[in-house]
T-cell receptor
Framework: AQSVAQPEDQVNVAEGNPLTVKCTYS??????LFWYVQYPNRGLQFLLK??????LVKGSYGFEAEFNKSQTSFHLKKPSALVSDSALYFC??????????????FGTGTRLLVSP | DVKVTQSSRYLVKRTGEKVFLECVQD?????MFWYRQDPGLGLRLIYF???????EKGDIPEGYSVSREKKERFSLILESASTNQTSMYLC?????????????FGDGTRLSIL
């Protein structure tokens, strides 16, 4: 089965510094990878996805992610963090079922805290 | 913008009650999903649906059922609520069949079973 791992429960960074939220994946075949963000008392919002093509994917709110096949990683990055980036971040991978349908498998989430 | 609306933000029910959680999407999406979110466990898929009157079990279907009588509406049913079903429940929808389209989420229902 496909899976993703987010090794850090929490990441702390000062405003203005670069941030990285880590994700590694385990899949058979080509991975479809996603990042979502969840602000307090809200549902998840889509940030970006990797299906194929360039290894550096750009998404919403200035975020980007780097797909690295040799390291089986898909880390989320931003050059300069904002306090408003503080939220819960989820990595997810597509799981293709025997029926031909698909579902997403989510990581356990990483809480990002950006201090002023 | 896609809008996924969950009928209640907060809900308190008693053990043994039958509980209905409703979800409506306005973008004619084929696919709809129910998740529960618990601290340290991330999101876990309960049930999903790829068409009207069609349903598939997710990873943790025990104690739940679903109904999809219309394309825009997907209901989650707790047949006999128990305290271990206290959680945040999230509904999502997406288009297409290839798995390359993002899911759009509602704001969640925080359900407490007393």
């Amino acid at each position: 089965a496909q899976s993703v791992a987010q090794p850090e429960d929490q990441v702390n960074v000062a405003e203005g510094n670069p941030l990285t939220v880590k994700c590694t994946y385990s899949v058979s075949g080509n991975p479809y990878l996603f990042w979502y963000v969840q602000y307090p008392n809200r549902g998840l919002q889509f940030l970006l996805k990797y299906i194929t093509g360039d290894n550096l994917v750009k998404g919403s709110y200035g975020f980007e992610a780097e797909f690295n096949k040799s390291q089986t990683s898909f880390h989320l990055k931003k050059p300069s963090a904002l306090v408003s980036d503080s939220a819960l971040y989820f990595c997810a991978v597509r799981d293709l079922l025997n029926t031909g349908f698909q579902k997403l498998v989510f990581g356990t989430g990483t809480r990002l805290l950006v201090s002023p | 913008d896609v809008k996924v609306t969950q009928s209640s933000r907060y809900l308190v029910k008693r053990t043994g009650e039958k509980v209905f959680l409703e979800c409506v999407q306005d973008m004619d999406h084929e696919n709809m999903f129910w998740y529960r979110q618990d601290p340290g466990l991330g999101l876990r898929l309960i049930y999903f649906s790829y068409d009207v009157k069609m349903k598939e079990k997710g990873d943790i279907p025990e104690g739940y059922s679903v109904s999809r009588e219309k394309k825009e509406r997907f209901s989650l049913i707790l047949e006999s609520a128990s305290t271990n079903q206290t959680s945040m429940y999230l509904c999502a929808s997406s288009s297409g069949q290839g798995g390359n389209q993002p899911q759009h989420f509602g704001d969640g229902t925080r359900l407490s079973i007393l």
